[in-house]
């Protein structure tokens, strides 16, 4: 019921979707964000006759997690404010990360670019000076 909420509203403030078999994507600014749902878990200690054992039992809380590059981020719902009451402050946040993904990639690319202007400049630089020690032999 979130997820389809969650989608619903996204889509009503133009945002689109992108489902396949290695997960569901928002796209945001024009950055493919990638989407988890998922039930928070609590690890629980559990005396065994062999000493102590650790299980994961369900604390009956949502998460969303989001993905995009080597960045991550994850909000949780609480017992005060469940993740369905969240859902505008999700979106709000979801549009700040997608758009500092979207200023961080920029960046990257005036860095590459600037790079390759540089290795070309260097590259020219070698052939000529080949090209003027070829002459002197």
Do not use: C
Not at 50 to 67: A, N, R
Not at 122 to 137: A, C, H, S
Request: cysteine-free; overall charge positive.
């Amino acid at each position: 019921k979130i997820i389809d909420t969650f989608v619903t509203a996204f889509k009503a403030r133009g945002y689109k979707f992108k489902f396949s078999n290695s997960g569901s994507f928002v796209i945001i600014e024009g950055m493919e964000i990638e989407l988890r749902f998922r039930e928070k878990n609590k690890r629980v200690r559990i005396k065994t006759s062999y000493g102590y054992e650790h299980i994961l039992k369900p604390t009956g809380f949502l998460s969303l997690k989001v993905h995009h590059s080597l960045s991550t981020r994850e909000w949780s719902g609480t017992k005060r404010t469940p993740l369905e009451e969240k859902i505008s402050f999700l979106i709000e946040k979801l549009r700040e990360f997608a758009k500092g993904e979207k200023e961080y990639q920029d960046y990257l690319e005036k860095v590459w670019e600037k790079q390759r202007i540089e290795e070309e400049k260097e590259l020219r630089i070698r052939e000529k000076r080949d090209q003027e020690l070829e002459k002197f032999k």
